[in-house]
């Protein structure tokens, strides 16, 4: 045997009987957003440790990232096991089972976080979110007050705060909200997205529309193909081919804003194909944007953008009366869509505008009584558009057998 060899299974011997090491790279891979291989590390404690608490806390935080959250909640249940009398144990169960749509075991778990801490905002916070799940939004209501009286400044909780006061069609209850959060962080983009439905509901359009700037800061862009295509309709011919041949093409996944039509998980995972030029194209655009915009628009959401560094793709095929309900980009900075392929009907007159994107317009599950200001931009091939990604926005149904295939992204922190 090697002298290598021999010291790589010394290491490898240490590392087992001290799992401390292994979880403290894990830790690091984590920290880094190599999740998949966090994980392994993780697993391989668990292999010889199975109630190891910290690997199986860390394996739920990392399960929960990667959106598979029965697998981050069979962790932390067994977290609870070893530990019962920790309130963050019970907070972590409790946060894993609203993600994984338990909200009733969800109440509990943090209920009894609460019990063994009773200043515990977070806890207060995801318990409000608990609350939400089950509709009972009184409560909820109650909970996010309890986190904000510890915690002023706690952003989530005044936000969804004044979410959950639109949703019972109290605007002037959740313009103050969104004011709170707004004082502390006055580029918070669910404060700013609040803010300004609120002001519409209680009379004042004008703030609403000064927020918004949906004639400022929605840009559009239209490409000419990048180098390796012949032109344009080949390179779009290639993204559609790509996003209809991907294995996580889904129709309607949960959670998502998508209505008749279906949807891919991040296409910015290799093999990315043609969306490598793609995602090139997005980053020029992104730069051409924030030179243009910060210079002739003051915005306070524009002065806070930090450095972007990551970046979701994913595309979505709408089939006839497709649509997108109206939504945020909740965790982006920037968001934005490509058009690769368009339906016959989006070509021609098109008087209703089918199909097209649509800005300003509240989701149907806030209670609205007046009419609100809304941009419609019509989409084309090889049209791009980039947002704020507090901008609600919608897509308009359209009928045709055709299908519409457009690739949206996010910027993020």
């Given at each position: 045997?090697?002298?290598?060899?021999r010291?790589?299974?010394?290491?490898?011997?240490?590392?087992?009987?001290?799992?401390?090491?292994?979880?403290?790279?894990?830790?690091?891979?984590?920290?880094?957003?190599?999740?998949?291989?966090?994980?392994?590390?993780?697993?391989?404690?668990?292999?010889?440790?199975?109630?190891?608490?910290?690997?199986?806390?860390?394996?739920?935080?990392?399960?929960?990232?990667?959106?598979?959250?029965?697998?981050?909640?069979?962790?932390l249940?067994s977290?609870?096991?070893?530990?019962?009398?920790?309130?963050?144990?019970?907070?972590?169960?409790?946060?894993?089972?609203?993600?994984?749509?338990?909200?009733?075991?969800?109440?509990?778990?943090?209920?009894?976080?609460?019990?063994?801490?009773?200043?515990y905002?977070?806890?207060?916070?995801?318990?409000?979110?608990?609350?939400?799940?089950?509709?009972?939004?009184?409560?909820?209501?109650?909970?996010?007050?309890?986190?904000?009286?510890?915690?002023?400044?706690?952003?989530?909780?005044?936000?969804?705060?004044?979410?959950?006061?639109?949703?019972?069609?109290?605007?002037?209850?959740?313009?103050?909200?969104?004011?709170?959060?707004?004082?502390?962080?006055?580029?918070?983009?669910?404060?700013?997205?609040?803010?300004?439905i609120a002001?519409?509901?209680?009379?004042d359009?004008?703030?609403?529309?000064?927020?918004?700037?949906?004639?400022?800061?929605?840009?559009?862009?239209?490409?000419?193909?990048?180098?390796?295509f012949a032109?344009?309709?080949?390179?779009?011919?290639?993204?559609?081919?790509?996003?209809?041949?991907?294995?996580?093409?889904?129709?309607?996944?949960?959670?998502?804003?998508?209505?008749?039509?279906?949807?891919?998980?991040?296409?910015?995972?290799?093999?990315?194909?043609p969306?490598?030029?793609?995602?090139?194209?997005?980053?020029?655009?992104?730069?051409?944007?924030?030179?243009?915009?910060?210079?002739?628009?003051?915005?306070?959401?524009?002065?806070?953008?930090?450095?972007l560094?990551?970046?979701?793709i994913?595309?979505?095929?709408?089939?006839?009366?497709?649509?997108?309900?109206?939504?945020?980009?909740?965790?982006?900075?920037?968001?934005?869509?490509?058009?690769?392929?368009?339906?016959?009907?989006?070509?021609?007159?098109?008087?209703?505008?089918?199909?097209?994107?649509?800005?300003?317009?509240?989701?149907?599950?806030?209670?609205?009584?007046?009419?609100?200001?809304?941009?419609?931009?019509?989409?084309?091939?090889?049209?791009?558009?980039?947002?704020?990604?507090?901008?609600?926005?919608?897509?308009?149904p359209?009928?045709s057998?055709?299908?519409?295939?457009?690739?949206?992204?996010?910027?993020?922190?």
């Amino acid at each position: 045997m090697s002298r290598k060899k021999r010291r790589q299974q010394k290491k490898e011997s240490a590392h087992r009987e001290n799992p401390s090491l292994i979880l403290n790279e894990a830790l690091r891979l984590y920290k880094s957003g190599n999740l998949k291989l966090a994980l392994r590390k993780c697993q391989s404690v668990l292999t010889d440790h199975p109630q190891h608490p910290h690997a199986l806390n860390l394996g739920g935080s990392i399960y929960m990232d990667l959106g598979q959250t029965q697998q981050s909640v069979n962790c932390l249940r067994s977290v609870v096991k070893v530990h019962p009398d920790s309130s963050q144990a019970h907070f972590n169960l409790g946060t894993a089972l609203t993600a994984n749509g338990e909200p009733e075991e969800a109440i509990s778990s943090q209920r009894r976080a609460l019990e063994l801490k009773p200043d515990y905002p977070q806890a207060l916070f995801n318990l409000g979110n608990a609350y939400r799940q089950t509709n009972e939004l009184e409560t909820a209501i109650l909970s996010y007050r309890n986190a904000l009286d510890l915690v002023p400044d706690y952003p989530g909780a005044a936000t969804n705060l004044a979410s959950s006061l639109l949703r019972l069609g109290r605007p002037q209850d959740a313009l103050d909200a969104s004011n709170q959060a707004l004082k502390f962080y006055p580029g918070d983009r669910d404060a700013l997205a609040f803010k300004a439905i609120a002001a519409t509901e209680v009379g004042d359009p004008d703030s609403a529309a000064s927020i918004l700037s949906m004639d400022r800061i929605i840009r559009k862009k239209d490409f000419d193909a990048p180098a390796g295509f012949a032109d344009l309709a080949e390179f779009n011919k290639a993204l559609v081919k790509h996003v209809l041949s991907h294995p996580t093409l889904t129709r309607e996944p949960a959670n998502v804003a998508t209505r008749h039509g279906q949807q891919t998980e991040n296409l910015a995972l290799e093999p990315r194909g043609p969306i490598a030029q793609l995602q090139e194209m997005i980053i020029a655009a992104y730069d051409e944007y924030m030179s243009s915009v910060s210079k002739e628009v003051d915005h306070p959401y524009i002065r806070q953008i930090p450095d972007l560094g990551k970046i979701d793709i994913w595309g979505t095929v709408l089939d006839r009366t497709g649509h997108q309900t109206a939504h945020m980009h909740r965790n982006a900075w920037i968001s934005g869509v490509y058009y690769a392929q368009l339906p016959d009907v989006m070509h021609s007159v098109n008087e209703s505008r089918s199909g097209w994107i649509e800005f300003g317009r509240p989701p149907d599950e806030f209670r609205c009584t007046v009419e609100h200001r809304v941009r419609m931009f019509e989409p084309r091939e090889g049209r791009m558009f980039m947002f704020p990604s507090f901008e609600f926005h919608r897509t308009i149904p359209f009928e045709s057998s055709q299908q519409r295939i457009s690739i949206a992204f996010d910027l993020l922190a």
